[in-house]
């Protein structure tokens, strides 16, 4: 049984270098596919955003780059090629120490099977042989002699024979413990030269992996300097990028010799500089840089101004009667061509993950360039009914002719695609912002545009998108209508129809205010003014105090004390508003179980 486990203990060792031999092959094949990958673009695919930018990077970073890749791919490929020669020599000489540790265990089993053969006899020999073969066996083996008792009683029937085979077998174990001994010295001087071969391969890992270390220091000092340049100047971010793509050679040799911990770090680094410097960045784009400006005050900039044009073009024009119709462009539409177009500009190319003075000027003008506010007046001669008191109770009806000034507004946009048209974009400027306005980014760009996050409730940031409308075409036709009616709760169902609450049944469609609020109530889900109410919940209004709702809109979010509001029909527009919580003109609220 001991030169079993001692064998085993050899085949072992002999099994364990073998398998370093093949990690050491199958690392090095993994390194040779990783890095034809890289020289082929694998890791930044044509027409992505990295790519773009890579082609605009500065030399300084290129450089620090190269360098990067020279002592990654040099120390990379010393350690795989030191490694596998290690491994392939300590094979070659336990193969020949295990040949040479058989040779005795052979010439063993030879002499004692003629030595057994001459002092037992012919057939004695015969008989014995298992049962000594037996003993060189694994434990289970023995069960044979038990259930072969015949053999057992033919032995017993010759004693004196027994006892020259006994002998004999004597001394074949002693030759035998002497092979084992022979066996065991050889498979521990096989072993400690497996132990030497493995002390030998790790220093020469850990060298290899001290000159990754220091490449990477080296790379990652590089990529710091490009981020501290980012926060002054847009071209440094962007020139990180190359230096992203250009090292990634460099990478892959370091993870192969273990550096893999530098390495992470200065990826996610790259990967953060990369983005920022894509049109990507324009989903970091909700905070502070330092100018005191966010994409979030640029846009209600915008608002506003868009506000004002409308109030200037009815104020300015005098009119008795006000028709406004048409839709403003969807601000995600906006901000995408916008952070597409800055990016890639080939004169100018620049970050927008930050908002200064002049980006908000390339906003507006881009802004403009999908809306437009139309105007015509005509004046319509009619016959009006007027119904007058007689003084007795009778009403009397009077025809009249008068001649009445119809202003018309109409809003009109161009879409995302339209105006990649206009400006005359790639095919990979086309895919960039088509990736931007992918339903999975809804979250981020309500996130960006109005600050709210996924638990805030869906419906109000489809009702934020639709601010800036007029005349309510899209709802009111929507609901089933042929011509204009008082679509403040036409909207507040398009909403909900648009994120499938009606179909659902968490609000109901509904065109009359009273219809609306009525069904919260029957369903227990109604509050009153007081109420301090939560995004996404539906806010109804009774201007004249008498019980009666006329109005209603949705709530966009409360904060110290007033109530914000997006409104369908208010002044004819979808238009954000503010309230006290308990004003007076709150009826109450409806409290969707969403």
Known sequence: MGKGIK??????????IDKAAVASERMKEAYIRTKDKAEHGLYAEEGSPGEYASDRVSSNVDSAAHEAVYQFDKQGRKGVKTTKENISKVKENLQ?????????KKQAEKRAAQQTGQRAGPHTVDRLS???????QEPGTVKTLDRSRKSIKTVDRSRKTIK??????????KTTSKSIKTAEKTAKASIKTTQQAA????????????????????ARTAARAAATAARVAVKATIAAVKAIIAATKALVAAIAAGGWVAVLVIVVICLIGMILGSCFGIFFSGEDSGTGQTIRTAVQEVNTEYEERLEETKTSHTHDVLEMSGSRAVWKEVLAVYAVKTTTDPNNAQEVATMDDSKKQLLKDIFWEMNEISFRTESKTETVIEETDDGNGNIVETETTVTRTYLYITISHKTAEEMADQYGFNEDQREQMAELLADENNSLWSQVLYGITEGDGEIVTVALSQVGNVGGEPYWSWYGFGSRVEWCACFVSWCANECGYIEAGVIPKFAGCVQGSQWFKDRGLWQDRNFEPSAGQIIFFDWEGDGVTDHVGIVERVENGTVYTVEGNSGDACRQNSYSIGSSVIYGYGCPAY
Do not use: L, M
Request: aromatic fraction near 0%.
């Open 7 to 16: 064998t085993r203990v050899a085949q072992k060792g002999i099994k364990a």
């Open 96 to 104: 020949k120490r295990k040949a040479a540790a058989e040779q005795p």
């Open 130 to 136: 298992e049962p000594v073969k037996t003993v060189r």
């Open 164 to 173: 020259q085979a006994s002998s004999t077998a004597k001394g074949t174990v």
């Open 199 to 218: 002390k030998t391969a790790q220093r020469t890992a850990q060298a290899t992996a001290r000159a990754a270390r220091a490449a990477a220091h080296a």
